[in-house]
Nanobody, 126 residues
Framework: QVQLVESGGGLVQAGDSLRLSCAAS????????QGWFRQAPGKEREFVGG????????DYADYVKGRFTISRDNAKNTVYLQMNNLQPGDTAVYFC???????????????????WGQGTQVTVSS
């Protein structure tokens, strides 16, 4: 069982940066695939980026490539989402997710993840 807690959200202006954190319980979290998703009001939850369980493979959605970066600190059981050049379209609740699936691939869909955090709100004003 893994519990995930996101933090770091807030209200920023367009062009600003934020770093979200996802702290996990459970000593095996470092071997889990991890993903970041977001959900804007009235929209479905969408993939932002993720890392494979080996920590070597990372992928991002086209709409955040070049602006968002995922990193992991296994010693702290924490994953980060560095978000630069934020735009109003990035406004959403951001969720981290984890999966114990054995494939060393980045998982892109909601249903592939077994554990979810409660989400943290990111609001970007123009």
């Amino acid at each position: 069982q893994v519990q995930l807690v996101e933090s770091g959200g807030g209200l920023v202006q367009a062009g600003d940066s934020l770093r979200l954190s996802c702290a996990a319980s459970g000593r095996t979290f470092s071997t889990y695939s991890q993903g970041w998703f977001r959900q804007a009001p009235g929209k479905e939850r969408e993939f932002v980026g993720g890392t494979a369980r080996n920590g070597l493979n990372t992928d991002y959605a086209d709409y955040v490539k070049g602006r968002f970066t995922i990193s992991r600190d296994n010693a702290k059981n924490t994953v980060y989402l560095q978000m630069n050049n934020l735009q109003p379209g990035d406004t959403a609740v951001y969720f981290c997710a984890a999966s114990p699936r054995l494939q060393n691939i980045v998982l892109h869909t909601v249903r592939e993840y077994d554990y979810w955090g409660q989400g943290t709100q990111v609001t970007v004003s123009s």
